[in-house]
């Protein structure tokens, strides 16, 4: 069975993540166009294995980002995984909740961005592995 599950019009792509949780946000696109399908799929199947282990929700605030939307927050980094649909950022302000998202995202995740409300996810083999860093 195909892993695009049409459910009420959103298009599940794991039994917890559907494919509007990921979508670029900039006004670059016409408004129901799904940009959440760029995600890497085997990204967001490893992000399902994560959040099972990890059991508590995960509210993604960024996920796949055009090119020129990274350019606009962030223009240091143009070749940042979000591009690629290979990064989320999930919302994260308590040290119990970082604590398990980190705790189940290694090793299967090896590049991690730690922010004051978000944890980044990345497993990008295009840039550099088994690195944690601090994001703004
Ligand atoms: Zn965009
Ligand atoms: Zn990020």
Request: charged content about 30%.
């Amino acid at each position: 069975m195909s892993p695009l599950k049409r459910e009420f019009e959103r298009i599940k792509l794991t039994p917890d993540f559907y494919e509007d949780e990921f979508r670029c946000p900039c006004p670059r696109h016409e408004r129901n166009e799904p940009s959440g399908v760029k995600m890497d799929e085997f990204f967001v199947a490893m992000l399902q294995d994560i959040r099972d282990d990890a059991r508590i929700a995960f509210t993604i605030t960024s996920g796949y980002r055009c090119p020129e939307y990274q350019l606009e927050v962030d223009p240091k980094v143009p070749n940042s995984s979000h591009v690629r649909g290979m990064a989320v950022d999930i919302a994260c302000t308590t040290s119990f909740n970082r604590y398990r998202i980190i705790n189940a995202a290694v090793p299967r995740c090896n590049r991690i961005g730690i922010g004051k409300e978000h944890v980044h996810l990345d497993s990008d083999i295009s840039l550099p592995p088994a690195v944690i860093w601090l994001e703004e």
